[in-house]
């Protein structure tokens, strides 16, 4: 059972227009939650997280937004920029408990010129 | 600038051999982690250790073992390999209340 969803597989985004990419969770002990973004044959690399404390966090383009009543996070990037098209992964963990992450599947964004 | 090091970029690997994946980190991280990544399936945990010995089971182990003899260093063992364990493996390192730090990825096929 997915602890922790992103239920849309893909996303298409205009360049310079806003990217909204959601993830939603299941487990209530999860209080940090961060964002990465892989590109295809690397890693993936951390791009911004959010401690359950806070309801936003920002770093330049990137916006987090925590919801914690719905277990809801969303991942804004304004303005997208055609480098911004990789795969993005949600991922919680419980920073006082094993503070192992889990990670949804994962969206592909695609940011056209 | 922290890194993670995974051994091989690309493998290419038989059907029953034994295959061995290193990663290195060298942050001093107490955490270490495998996953594998399939399309549409996301990261998958395969095993994890807290330390230097120890080592705990994922979501997936069946088919893998791992070996964490020195802090620094975390292998992952397909004891024989099959064509279903064809997959990107990832490498990862952790310490508390900081993010985890992947290696590049080995991108694994076995025929």
């Known amino acids: 059972d997915q602890q922790v969803k992103q239920n849309s597989p893909s996303l298409s985004v205009q360049e310079g227009r806003i990217s909204i990419l959601n993830c939603d969770y299941t487990?209530?002990?999860?209080?940090?939650f961060l964002w990465y973004k892989k590109y295809p044959a690397e890693g993936p690399t951390f791009l911004i997280s959010i401690s359950s404390i806070k309801d936003k966090n920002e770093d330049g383009r990137f916006t987090v937004f925590l919801n914690k009543s719905a277990k809801h996070l969303s991942l804004h990037i304004v303005p997208s920029q055609p480098g911004d098209s990789a795969v993005y992964f949600c991922?919680?963990?419980?920073?006082?408990?094993?503070?192992?992450?889990?990670f949804g599947r994962g969206t592909s964004l695609i940011v056209h010129p | 600038d922290v890194k993670v090091t995974q051994s091989s970029r690309y493998l290419v690997k038989r059907t029953g051999e034994k295959v061995f994946l290193e990663c290195v980190q060298d942050?001093?991280?107490?955490?270490m982690f495998w996953y594998r990544q399939d399309p549409g399936l996301g990261l998958r945990l395969i095993y994890f250790?807290?330390?230097?010995?120890?080592?705990e089971k994922g979501d997936i182990p069946e088919g893998y073992s791992v070996s964490r003899e020195k802090k620094e260093r975390f292998s992952l063992i397909l004891e024989s390999a099959s064509t279903n364990q064809t997959s990107m493996y990832l490498c990862a390192s952790i310490s508390r209340n900081t993010e985890a730090f992947f290696g590049q990825g080995t991108r694994l096929t076995v025929v």
């Open positions: 991922a919680a963990s419980e920073v006082e408990g094993s503070y192992i992450p889990t």
């Open positions: 250790s807290y330390d230097v010995k120890m080592k």
């Open positions: 487990n209530s002990m999860f209080d940090y």
């Open positions: 942050m001093d991280h107490e955490n």
